[in-house]
């Protein structure tokens, strides 16, 4: 069965740090790349990372880079958002998403499996 599930968010003050967590039960990591999105209220879905299953190269939305580091463990298949000097406008539901694609990409559209999301919430 192929599943994405997100932990790790939560109550983060200012400047702080957070770890996310995608685990992608019936995906292969190695063939399949990952993506981070995240959606605030009354605002679109944005991405911000994403993984790519053939070279593990790697990408960052602009207000995201120097601050946000994404990997994967493809032993354990659990592809991780480590995000450090967080914002107050961080705050969002953070999702994970894959698709059978060796270049990942951050458009919503192309991503046929999501997981549930997590809250991250940074208070101004």
């Known amino acids: 069965q192929l599943q994405l599930v997100e932990s790790g968010g939560g109550l983060v003050q200012p400047g702080g740090s957070l770890r996310l967590s995608c685990a992608a039960s019936g995906f292969t990591l190695d063939y399949d790349s990952i993506a981070w999105f995240r959606q605030a209220p009354g605002k679109e879905r944005e991405g911000v990372s994403c993984?790519?299953?053939?070279?593990?190269?790697?990408k960052y939305a602009d207000s995201v880079k120097g601050r946000f580091t994404i990997s994967s463990d493809n032993a354990k298949n659990i592809v991780y958002l480590q995000m450090n000097s967080l914002k107050p406008e961080d705050t969002a539901v953070y999702y994970c998403?894959?698709?059978?694609?060796?270049?990942?990409?951050?458009?919503?559209?192309?991503?046929?499996?999501w997981g549930q999301g997590t809250q991250v919430t940074v208070p101004s």
């Open positions: 998403a894959a698709e059978p694609t060796s270049v990942c990409y951050m458009d919503a559209l192309g991503y046929d499996y």
């Open positions: 993984i790519s299953s053939g070279d593990g190269s790697t």
